[in-house]
């Protein structure tokens, strides 16, 4: 049988690194060149579908900073998680009297 071990230091590690990854994603205003780009050429066709664009690529970077935001607190409630659970073991150790 396979033994499931969890290094909770990495699991939190890990999770604020997400957290960090989302911040860097909620700022990267990866949009920006394609409302540049829509100024630009307000008077022609194109300048709507850079709005366009703009609109789709700022959602989509926002939705991908969420989704990195929720993963890493997941993985973070995993890491309390676990040491809740070895905590709560080895306080139920602690109370085995062993004979002597």
Not at 31 to 47: G, H, I, K, M, R
């Amino acid at each position: 049988m396979t033994t499931l071990k969890a290094d909770v230091g990495v699991l939190y590690s890990a999770g604020t690194s997400f957290g960090q990854v989302a911040d860097g994603l909620g700022s990267l205003r990866a949009d920006a060149p394609l409302a540049e780009a829509a100024t630009a050429v307000s008077s022609l066709q194109t300048a709507a579908a850079c709005r366009a664009a703009q609109s789709d690529v700022a959602a989509a970077t926002s939705e991908v900073a969420d989704g990195a935001r929720q993963f890493g607190e997941s993985v973070q409630a995993a890491a309390r998680w676990y040491e809740m659970r070895d905590q709560a073991a080895a306080a139920a150790i602690t109370k085995i009297e062993i004979p002597k």
